[in-house]
């Protein structure tokens, strides 16, 4: 009897080396792989979260996630590489980062909930790399401040206004008061509007009331002015993220755009590898 527990007993301290090893090298290439992939002078956090007691066993993970800031992207963070094979799942994918530049533009947060992954046991084991073969759709936010904004403005319409000043209102407005460059001069310029979805992919103005030099402009005068600038955000043109972020819904918050929509994973271009 004494035997068969000492036997028990061993076997499951076995297991739970194996477990913490398994455990301990998954973060330690996850984490390797995000500091790589995301290239960020902040710390990186990583947490990885098992389905079950072995779940790491098994090869079936509940959830990892990332967190960190002052990331530059210029695509979307992950690609799909469709391909049969051995493989492991991920029921969670979380992704969060902060204070980051897409394709050159400001943004204060962007987060993500990817659902249904699997992975690649292959490169998993004999390359401690996290290789996603497919995704379902789940869920995403972009923040973008009012000085994201303005920066966003300046950087896309590059002399068209300058000195000005961008504000976001409750009730999903936006003001924007400074000078417009417009007949050879800059002129005084207040334009308040709604901010409104366009397409699934951008974001811009419409129910506009504009004062150039103190004269309120006409329906005509004003949509050609809005012609001029829409979208103010267009995510597949200004941040190269369109096949990977659909817009749903707009939020506001302390003096915030809260761009909420649905994220898919895109399948990797035929010129990226693994």
């Not at 789940?138 to 896309?156: Q, Y």
């Not at 005084?188 to 150039?212: D, N, Y």
């Not at 005068?221 to 043109?237: E, H, Y």
């Amino acid at each position: 009897m004494n035997d068969t527990f000492l036997d028990i007993s061993m076997g499951l301290l076995a297991l739970l080396i194996i477990h913490i090893g398994l455990g301990r090298q998954a973060y330690l290439d996850v984490r390797r792989q995000a500091a790589l992939l995301f290239n960020s002078s902040s710390p990186i956090r990583v947490d990885i979260e098992p389905r079950g007691l072995f779940g790491f066993e098994a090869n079936d993970l509940y959830s990892i996630s990332i967190e960190t800031s002052h990331v530059a992207l210029n695509h979307p963070p992950f690609y799909l590489y469709p391909k049969s094979g051995w493989k492991g799942s991920i029921r969670h994918l979380f992704v969060k980062l902060h204070d980051l530049t897409v394709s050159g533009y400001p943004v204060r947060g962007f987060s993500a909930d990817i659902p249904s992954l699997t992975y690649d046991l292959g490169y998993a084991y004999y390359q401690g790399r996290l290789i996603v073969r497919d995704a379902g759709r789940g869920k995403g936010e972009i923040v973008l401040s009012s000085t994201d904004l303005h920066d966003f403005i300046a950087k896309k319409y590059q002399g068209l206004f300058s000195n000005f000043s961008v504000a976001v209102l409750p009730h999903g407005e936006i003001h924007l008061s400074g000078q417009l460059n417009f007949l050879g001069g800059p002129l005084p310029v207040s334009i308040q509007a709604k901010l409104t979805i366009m397409t699934p992919t951008s974001v811009g103005l419409m129910a506009a009331t504009v004062r150039l030099n103190g004269r309120l402009l006409d329906s005509a005068q004003t949509t050609l002015l809005l012609t001029r600038i829409n979208p103010v955000v267009d995510l597949n043109s200004d941040l190269g993220i369109g096949d990977f972020f659909m817009i749903e819904q707009l939020q506001y918050k302390k003096d915030m755009l809260i761009v909420e929509g649905s994220c898919q994973l895109p399948i990797a271009p035929i010129n990226r590898h693994p």
